[in-house]
């Protein structure tokens, strides 16, 4: 009998995803690849179809939709002007005492251009419908009731708004990690939106996945409705990515050009320079152990955006007068994966985290890892990486030491084990993880 499954095309439609976007889009491709004749997948669209009775939706087939919707990786560095770099500009640009007055202006300038669409879009509609009502083929629409089950990888979903327990389908959701629970994230922080969406999840769900014991542990915690309906998936992450790096002379090149010495030992940071990931912390760490080892030369490079932490931005300045830092925007994955390579360690010592990718890809690119010992880095990197107290600097620089100071017999040793380790992590073992488990769930709802 054929199972029809739906996804939400709002998890996958950013060309160039990264975080959850990534894992929806890395899974749900390789679950369309690897489809069983007994399986219709579709893509949904998030909004329901207004006063349907009963409960329908818009769809795609899945196959078709991923087709007329590629990926698309950056060929440059950086990434074009989008809202979060223009308000980087501004923080760099205007003082803090002028920022109301900005906000109310875009405010007011969003809502006219809204309006406007809105206006546009009624009229748009309204002389089509008059001129050709037959032009138009009907949109294809699926009622809830008809499928046997929706993924939706992202708790702010609208489908979880849905009364998705009173139907057929199993609803199945994705939980990654209890950030907004655990740590105050600045202007960003917004505890009360996770709340909601989350507790929704947890109480419509059938059944929730979790990237880690770590995010497992938190969700039943935080949330109790979502006991007795959970299970882990370790993520994967991008294995060919990280594998690939240029050639020696290139690899000189390119860190020159980022004004990275390449003979001087660097340690390396990648991601967004917010306040979780513990930037202050290395930091602290690096002028730490320059006070204790003088003599000793090292480099600090950070990759990716700097969204306007002026505390961290204060930092960086301070620990440049005591050895080179260097603050670069996202690169191209080819890049990334060098400066990985090259780096004398990866330093990711992230106060909290639901998983840890990029520990992985550095273990794959072939670097040491120094990470945090709280969450699930310790499930997830095992005895492959030097492990701190994210709190103290002192103990994050004595591992930067240990690292320095690594025989290269033990270093090699330890890169080939790391590498090992980290290619079991493969989305294309999370994507059958996930389908065998809600294949399962299905069996079991039959036999009911």
Known sequence: MTSKIGFLKSNL?????????RVARAIVEIVNASSQNNQTLICLNDKKIPNSRPLSLSFDPLNDWLKSNPLSLPQKPGYPLSLAGLKKIVRLLIPPIFYPLIKTTIFTLKSFILNLKNLISKTTKKIASNLSSDIESPKEIVALSELDAVIAFEPFNDIWMLPVENNKALAVGWFYDAVPKRLNEGEHWQPDIFDAAVSLMAL???HIFCDSKSAESDLHYFF???????SVIYLGHDIERFEKRLSASDATKTLRGAGVDPLIPYFLFVGTVEPRKNITGILLAAQKLKQIKPDVSFQIVLIGQIPGQHEIRRMIKQTNLLLPVHAL??????????FMNCATGFVFPSIWEGFGIPNLEAMTAETIVITSELGPMPEVCGEHALYCDPYDHTNIAMQMLRCLEMPGEERVQRLKAAKLHASQFTWKKAAEEMMTTINQLLEDRKKV
């Open 329 to 338: 925007e996202y690169l191209p994955d080819i890049q990334i994966s060098t």
């Open 224 to 230: 109790p409705a979502s006991l007795g309906k959970t």
């Open 13 to 21: 439609q950013d060309t160039f995803p990264r975080g959850v976007r």
């Open 204 to 206: 419509r769900a059938n």
